[in-house]
């Protein structure tokens, strides 16, 4: 934002020096950025941020020097009176897109004569480096520095049908901007006449209607704009300028019909415009302030110095805030209309700390600090983690978005999630699943010569349904060391989480899953997920040389059972006795089945651990058999066990698979 001080001194004579000025407004917050001479006059450059698009005007910088110098602030003064009726019997105004456009306000000026600006005018525009076009097209912008809202001026002999429409480009259509180039405006907000696009909405007008030697009537556009849809169409058509600057951050709505009347006000002085005008306008309802209750104690509270109610007010009150109700220390204060950054009474302290001075507030040795309660799914991600690093993974964190073209393996159900102002292919949609993204990452491995891709994440997949959106966090991890590395490390994680016992691995199909090399993971179960060896198909798909092993398990569902509190107890001192087992049964009975079973047999209490060592299947096995080994530990914490104590407790083992799978005892 530049200024020079004599086009600032219009609104607050300060008396001082610009240095003076420019140190007052820094330590204020607002920076600035450069003071230098041009032509005579000395410029100042601030630098603006986007919580404060207030200040992207004289009048609103103003404010800022009058509060920081106690010295009056001169607002413009003129008188125009506006008619009564907000509609033309001869011109329409349609504004098909409202959300897009909440206001939209135009006015008919006759009797122009367009024609160089008066030099004072020319001069203030070019000291801050504007070029001057003529006398209406230097006005809309005076305006538009003068109080932050753009304008832009159609020549009304080139609009046709006598209608405005603000809408949606249509496919195929095409502006020639005033810069001379050709955009395509399919999509974007436009501003057309009866037969085409006549502007750019809140970006650009186009060449065909502007301003010229010629001109002696025009439509004067004042509105606000959606910031978004301004900043999507800037950036998708690499053009950009002081309206859409200043609409991609927000314009005071109270100015919008202001600045129009402020404009034909300066037309009438400086162009020879008509005194009547046709006024349209699509909302000419007042504008409603927000409010806020704020406690003057809370000052005190954040600041840790006292400022005193009067001068605390005094400076609210400069800056534009309006205490409608004082309660007994109790505030009621109306936000003005050009501060949308101020929602909080905490956004009111802040602005009382940075006109009191920061600089004045003691600085404390003493922070509070106060320790916020473990988390359980941070307490969770910290030990899955953990484990899967200590298993020889590393962490990875890929983009939540792919392409419609990508190999999709989802794991949420539903459709997947467009996404909106994609700059990409790979950027078309939301991900349902982490496994593509995974093997993305072992491609880049073994692109870069690394023959072992062992990697995990922990993110969110995202689909919807007819029911709305959704998103759900999982646990991915690959291993180019197969299946039983990763069904390992898996592990380690669920016994990190306290669910290594009530959790089983099944024989699965999985489309995504090569046949045989599958398992779903489920805890007391309920499934959660699965792990197993990728298809050629998907492997093919991601051009990678290997067939890793992928798991998916649904993260927001371990942290919902995990159990994180550790129970510790004495080291035992008495003896174990460990027993082997093996047994011949149906090949296709899981191993999980088998460890819940010997687990549920033994009653007694003595179960110490279950350990499987063993498969094999050949000689001296039937068809469709297996046999399986694992061993049992048995150790009591009050006694040393027996050996018929030992013998009771594996004929219960025993027992139980020959009544739940038919198994065999091998001698």
């Not at 809370?298 to 309660?327: M, W």
């Not at 404390?364 to 030990?383: E, F, K, Y």
């Not at 694992?630 to 066990?641: C, G, K, M």
Request: hydrophobic residues 45%.
């Amino acid at each position: 934002m530049k200024f020079t001080t004599d086009w600032l001194a219009d609104y607050c004579r300060t008396g001082l020096p610009a240095t003076t000025v420019a140190e007052l407004l820094t330590k204020a917050g607002v920076k600035v950025e450069g003071i230098e001479e041009r032509g005579g006059e000395t410029v100042i450059e601030l630098e603006i941020t986007a919580n404060r698009p207030d200040c992207l005007s004289l009048l609103g910088v103003a404010r800022e020097v009058s509060v920081v110098t106690g010295k009056p602030m001169l607002e413009p003064g003129f008188k125009l009176e506006t008619t009564r009726s907000f509609r033309s019997p001869d011109w329409m105004l349609d504004v098909r897109e409202p959300e897009l456009c909440p206001r939209y306000v135009g006015r008919i000026v006759k009797g122009l004569n367009v024609g160089p600006s008066p030099s004072a005018l020319r001069q203030r525009l070019e000291a801050i480096g504007l070029r001057s076009v003529n006398n209406v097209v230097d006005i809309t912008n005076f305006v538009l520095y003068e109080c932050g809202q753009p304008l832009h001026a159609f020549d009304l002999n080139k609009l046709s049908g006598k209608s405005i429409l603000v809408r949606k480009g249509k496919p195929g259509e095409k502006l020639k901007a005033i810069d001379g180039r050709d955009y395509d405006v399919a999509g974007a907000l436009v501003i057309a006449d009866a037969e085409k696009p006549v502007a750019i909405a809140g970006v650009m007008g186009g060449r065909e209607t502007e301003v010229t030697a010629a001109t002696t009537e025009i439509l004067l556009e004042s509105a606000i704009f959606d910031p978004v849809i301004v900043r999507r169409t800037s950036q998708k058509l690499g053009l950009a300028s002081d309206s859409s600057y200043r609409f991609q951050r927000g314009v005071d709505p109270a100015r919008v019909d202001w600045a129009s009347r402020r404009a034909v006000f300066l037309l009438r002085e400086h162009a020879g415009a008509h005194p009547e005008t046709v006024h349209l306008d699509t909302k000419p309802e007042a504008t409603v302030k927000r409010q806020v209750q704020f406690k003057v104690a809370s000052i005190a509270r954040v600041l840790g110095r006292e400022v005193e109610a009067p001068q605390a007010r005094k400076i609210l009150e400069g800056l534009g805030f309006e205490i409608r109700e004082d309660l007994d220390g109790v505030w009621r204060i109306a936000i003005p209309t050009w501060r949308a950054d101020v929602s909080r009474d905490v956004d009111l302290v802040e602005e009382i700390a940075r006109v009191y001075g920061y600089d004045r507030i003691p600085a404390s040795p003493r922070v509070n600090i106060a320790l916020a309660p473990p988390n359980p799914a941070d307490l969770a991600a910290a030990a899955a983690k953990d484990a899967l690093r200590a298993a020889g993974l590393d962490e990875v964190l890929t983009l939540s978005f792919t392409g419609k073209s990508a190999p999709e393996v989802p794991f949420l159900a539903g459709e997947p999630v467009g996404v909106l102002g994609k700059t990409g292919k790979r950027e078309e949609q939301m991900r349902q699943g982490l496994v593509p993204s995974l093997l993305d990452a072992v491609r880049m491995h073994e692109a870069y010569g690394e023959k072992a891709a062992e990697v995990f994440e922990i993110a969110k997949v995202y689909a919807k349904d007819a029911r709305g959106f959704h998103e759900r966090s999982v646990l991915g991890a690959s291993s180019s060391r197969g299946f039983a590395a990763l069904k390992g490390a898996i592990e380690n994680v669920l016994d990190r989480l306290g669910l290594r016992v009530q959790s089983t691995f099944r024989p699965a199909e999985r489309a995504h899953l090569a046949p045989g090399r599958a398992a779903a993971v489920s805890i007391s179960g309920k499934e959660i997920g699965s792990i197993g060896e990728i298809t050629a198909a998907l492997a093919a798909a991601h051009d990678l040389r290997s067939r890793p092993a992928v798991a998916e398990l649904d993260w927001d569902a371990l942290v919902a059972a995990a159990k994180l509190t550790r129970r510790f107890g004495d080291f035992p001192t008495l003896p174990a006795v460990q027993r082997d087992i093996a047994v011949v049964l149906d090949r296709a009975v899981a191993w999980s089945d088998v460890e819940a079973a010997v687990r549920a047999s033994v009653t007694s209490g003595l179960l110490e651990s279950v350990e499987f060592f063993d498969l094999y299947e050949g000689k001296g096995i039937p068809a469709g058999k297996k046999s399986i080994a694992f061993s049992v530990t048995l150790r009591a914490s009050d006694r040393t066990l027996t050996s018929e104590e030992a013998d009771v407790a594996v004929k219960a083992v025993v027992s139980a698979l020959v009544h739940k799978f038919q198994a065999i005892l091998r001698q």
